[in-house]
């Protein structure tokens, strides 16, 4: 399957916080993920970083939802308190795309509205699957799943081995 990588920035922000918030949220790490992700006038201060963290508690549901059904209903809960009227702009020389609240806005009800609109495209395109955490126990990664065959369940090739070494080492009344 072939994603679309203008609507990637949503789901890929809303795994990164989810992940910071599961291994340690800091105000510092939240700046960092927005710059990294090129969120414009990302600037956050006590408030808004807890606010943030508070979204990405949210956001969490998501990717540990089972099934594509509870995927819907979560995803549908953050449209709902997250987004505005989408409209289509083309701000900075990029091509046509959507935003989901108004530039206008603080930066938490961006964030709010480009993680809710992005994980909600992303799931039309990937059939309401392809997100996920880490299944190795110990590890806090949120993921977004653009492999081939759409099967991950770990974070990283490293996480899966880790565990497979592991179930090979346990005694068989554990495995």
Sequence with gaps: MQFNHDNMTGPLLAADLVTLRGKGWSAEGAAEILAAHQIRRGDLDTGSAELLGQWADRL???FRA???GRRCE???ELLASGTALPYLTTHDGL???LH???DAQDVVARVRAVTA???ALFAV???GARLGLCQRGGCAVAFVDTSR???RAYCSAKCGNYDAVRRHRAPLSRR
Aim: no cysteine.
């Design 60 to 62: 969490a549901s998501v």
């Design 66 to 68: 089972e099934g594509v």
């Design 74 to 76: 979560e995803i549908n």
């Design 95 to 97: 091509r046509p795309h």
């Design 100 to 102: 989901f609240a108004s």
């Design 117 to 119: 609109g992005g994980l």
């Design 125 to 127: 395109e990937s059939e």
């Design 149 to 151: 065959n759409g099967r």
